[in-house]
């Protein structure tokens, strides 16, 4: 699942939209202050960064160059400044996307989406992660492979995306639970033995992509 930060000091606006991210699959930070901002991006390993420009503490500005100094991360200035100064501004000081209020919740969410597969290196096309023979449309959470559709539980689905957004990375099964079942109890390693079994059957002849490295976990191999 990808964590991103939300900085965003309006709380109606900031709860609407973390309840429509969170239920399309993104998990959540929140803060309203620019300061407390920069603490959690220093913290934390977020896969985008969402920011307001006008708020409390440093302002989204400042938080932006304070990213772009440390840390190769998307960020998208989400603010009711909407002159062009003001966007030529955001792109000169490093965001990689800038949209206006009023704006789409939906169309929030694909610009995210889209940008943490572009920095992961997976090619996005029409709102779909295309990798291999897989089609993925994050905001269905729908699978397909060479046309046809996969029908994956949620958590093979959430499995899917961690293997695929850490292509030709080895995955310890201890990563796995934490970042899968981080908010369970009594799980252990045997439990993702038995979801990579689940999901490798339900993928058929495409499960050769999910690779066992004896003695160190899982990782996706094209």
């Known amino acids: 699942m990808s964590r991103i930060l939300l900085a965003e000091d309006d709380r109606t606006l900031r709860d609407i939209t973390v309840r429509f ?13 620019g300061n407390e901002a920069c603490t959690l991006i220093e913290k934390n390993k977020y896969d985008c960064i969402v920011l307001d420009i006008m708020m409390p503490g440093k302002s989204g500005w400042d938080v932006c160059k304070f990213i772009r100094n440390r840390y190769d991360v998307p960020v998208i ?9 003001d966007i030529v ?11 206006t209020k009023p704006f789409s919740a939906k169309v929030l969410l694909l610009k995210i ?6 920095y992961r290196g997976l090619l996005v096309k029409n709102g779909l992660i295309v990798i291999d023979e897989f089609e993925i449309e994050p905001a269905k959470r ?26 030709d990375i080895i995955l310890s099964r201890t990563q796995i639970l934490d970042n ?43």
């Open 89 to 99: 501004t955001g792109y000169e000081i490093g965001a990689d996307e800038y949209i």
């Open 113 to 118: 989406n889209a940008l943490i597969n572009r």
């Open 180 to 222: 899968l079942w981080a908010d369970e109890f009594d799980c252990y390693e045997r439990v993702v033995d038995t979801h990579i079994k689940k999901l490798r059957a339900a993928l058929g002849d495409y499960g050769y992509h999910i690779d066992t490295v004896i003695k160190a976990g899982y990782r996706w191999v094209s």
């Open 21 to 33: 991210l969170t239920k399309n699959g993104l998990d959540v930070d929140v803060t309203d202050n």
């Open 142 to 167: 729908r699978v397909t492979a060479n046309k046809k559709e996969i029908a994956l539980a949620p958590k093979e689905y959430d499995l899917l995306m961690y293997l695929i957004e850490n292509k």
């Open 77 to 85: 200035f989400l603010t009711a400044l909407g002159d062009e100064t």
